[in-house]
Protein backbone atom coordinates (compact mmCIF):
# COMPACT_ATOMS: atom_id res chain seq x y z
CA UNK A 1 0.00 0.00 0.00
CA UNK A 2 1.69 3.29 -1.06
CA UNK A 3 1.46 5.79 1.84
CA UNK A 4 1.84 9.61 0.47
CA UNK A 5 2.66 12.22 2.99
CA UNK A 6 2.39 16.25 1.93
CA UNK A 7 4.36 19.38 3.48
CA UNK A 8 5.49 22.61 2.60
CA UNK A 9 1.83 24.23 3.03
CA UNK A 10 1.56 27.28 5.70
CA UNK A 11 0.55 30.97 5.53
CA UNK A 12 1.54 33.48 2.92
CA UNK A 13 1.00 36.66 2.05
CA UNK A 14 -1.04 36.90 -1.60
CA UNK A 15 1.76 37.25 -4.70
CA UNK A 16 4.57 35.01 -2.08
CA UNK A 17 5.42 31.25 -3.03
CA UNK A 18 5.56 27.92 -1.59
CA UNK A 19 6.61 24.68 -2.73
CA UNK A 20 4.47 21.48 -1.60
CA UNK A 21 6.52 18.28 -1.91
CA UNK A 22 4.77 14.72 -1.11
CA UNK A 23 6.90 11.94 -0.27
CA UNK A 24 5.67 8.36 -1.61
CA UNK A 25 6.46 5.31 0.82
CA UNK A 26 7.25 3.65 -2.01
CA UNK A 27 8.67 3.80 -5.83
CA UNK A 28 6.43 6.18 -7.91
CA UNK A 29 8.54 5.07 -10.86
CA UNK A 30 5.42 2.75 -12.16
CA UNK A 31 2.47 5.60 -11.45
CA UNK A 32 1.70 7.34 -15.01
CA UNK A 33 -0.67 9.26 -13.49
CA UNK A 34 -0.20 11.49 -10.49
CA UNK A 35 -1.33 14.76 -9.37
CA UNK A 36 -2.58 17.68 -6.91
CA UNK A 37 -5.98 18.43 -5.90
CA UNK A 38 -7.38 21.06 -3.78
CA UNK A 39 -10.43 21.42 -1.71
CA UNK A 40 -11.19 24.91 -0.42
CA UNK A 41 -13.94 25.46 2.88
CA UNK A 42 -17.37 24.64 1.47
CA UNK A 43 -16.12 23.55 -2.46
CA UNK A 44 -15.68 19.79 -4.09
CA UNK A 45 -12.56 19.14 -4.37
CA UNK A 46 -10.67 20.06 -7.85
CA UNK A 47 -8.01 18.71 -9.99
CA UNK A 48 -5.30 21.48 -9.63
CA UNK A 49 -2.53 20.11 -11.90
CA UNK A 50 -1.24 16.11 -13.54
CA UNK A 51 1.91 14.98 -14.70
CA UNK A 52 2.22 11.41 -16.76
CA UNK A 53 5.01 9.32 -16.58
CA UNK A 54 6.91 10.72 -19.60
CA UNK A 55 6.97 14.25 -17.83
CA UNK A 56 3.87 15.79 -19.94
CA UNK A 57 1.48 18.33 -17.71
CA UNK A 58 -2.05 19.72 -17.38
CA UNK A 59 -3.25 22.55 -15.23
CA UNK A 60 -6.15 23.85 -14.22
CA UNK A 61 -7.26 27.30 -16.01
CA UNK A 62 -7.28 29.12 -12.37
CA UNK A 63 -3.63 28.42 -12.45
CA UNK A 64 -1.92 28.44 -15.26
CA UNK A 65 1.52 29.97 -15.69
CA UNK A 66 1.66 30.36 -11.94
CA UNK A 67 1.39 26.66 -11.16
CA UNK A 68 4.37 24.29 -11.93
CA UNK A 69 4.03 20.27 -11.17
CA UNK A 70 6.65 18.09 -11.60
CA UNK A 71 8.51 14.60 -10.22
CA UNK A 72 11.62 13.56 -9.03
CA UNK A 73 11.44 9.62 -9.48
CA UNK A 74 14.77 8.72 -7.88
CA UNK A 75 13.56 10.59 -4.78
CA UNK A 76 10.13 9.30 -4.99
CA UNK A 77 8.59 12.62 -5.09
CA UNK A 78 6.26 14.69 -6.33
CA UNK A 79 6.67 18.70 -6.04
CA UNK A 80 4.24 21.76 -6.65
CA UNK A 81 5.51 25.02 -7.32
CA UNK A 82 3.00 27.87 -6.18
CA UNK A 83 3.87 31.75 -7.74
CA UNK A 84 1.99 34.52 -7.14
CA UNK A 85 -0.19 32.74 -5.15
CA UNK A 86 -3.89 34.47 -4.85
CA UNK A 87 -6.28 34.21 -1.66
CA UNK A 88 -8.50 32.18 -3.94
CA UNK A 89 -5.68 29.57 -3.86
CA UNK A 90 -6.35 28.96 -0.08
CA UNK A 91 -7.68 25.56 0.50
CA UNK A 92 -6.15 21.94 1.34
CA UNK A 93 -3.94 20.33 -1.09
CA UNK A 94 -3.80 16.95 -1.76
CA UNK A 95 -1.43 14.63 -3.06
CA UNK A 96 -2.62 12.01 -5.51
CA UNK A 97 -1.16 8.86 -7.66
CA UNK A 98 -3.37 6.68 -9.70
CA UNK A 99 -2.61 3.38 -11.27
CA UNK A 100 -4.96 0.21 -12.50
CA UNK A 101 -8.42 1.86 -11.14
CA UNK A 102 -6.68 2.85 -7.38
CA UNK A 103 -6.25 5.58 -6.20
CA UNK A 104 -3.54 7.15 -3.05
CA UNK A 105 -4.36 9.93 -1.51
CA UNK A 106 -2.21 11.85 1.26
CA UNK A 107 -3.91 13.94 4.30
CA UNK A 108 -3.55 16.82 2.77
CA UNK A 109 -1.23 19.97 3.65
CA UNK A 110 -2.95 23.52 4.19
CA UNK A 111 -2.33 26.67 2.40
CA UNK A 112 -3.50 29.92 3.33
CA UNK A 113 -2.93 33.46 1.23
CA UNK A 114 -3.80 36.19 3.16
CA UNK A 115 -4.26 39.61 1.38
Known amino acids: QLQLVESGGGLVQAGGSLRLSCAASGSIFRFNAMGWYRQAPGKERELVAAIAGGGSTSYVDSVKGRFTISRDNAKNTLYLQMNSLKPEDTAVYYC?????????WGKGTLVTVSS
Open 96 to 104: NAYEYGLNY
